[in-house]
């Protein structure tokens, strides 16, 4: 498996994401231009009202929803800001 990101905290944020919602701060703070961490903002827009968990462990393969990766062994391991 590649390098998909770099690892946050092995647990699932979740949010009750509304459909007439545009712009949810501070999901990004722009530190990662300034850290050089390769990694960019991932826009999506809600489809429909509901509950979801957001990933943070930056290794889902379903982004920007957690799948339950961060409960890999792989994930459970990582130093937080180790790549994955």
């Given at each position: ?31 990662h ?21 957001l ?30």
């Open positions: 498996m590649g390098v998909v990101g770099a690892f946050l905290r092995p647990v699932a944020w979740k949010l009750n994401q509304r459909r007439d919602i545009s712009s949810w701060l501070p999901f990004c703070d722009g530190s231009f300034f850290q050089h961490t390769g990694l960019s903002p991932l826009k999506f827009k809600a489809q429909e009202t509901r509950t979801v968990a990933c943070t462990c930056k290794a889902t393969q379903k982004p920007p929803y957690c799948d339950g990766t961060h409960r890999s062994e792989r994930v459970q391991k990582a130093e937080v800001g180790s790549p994955l």
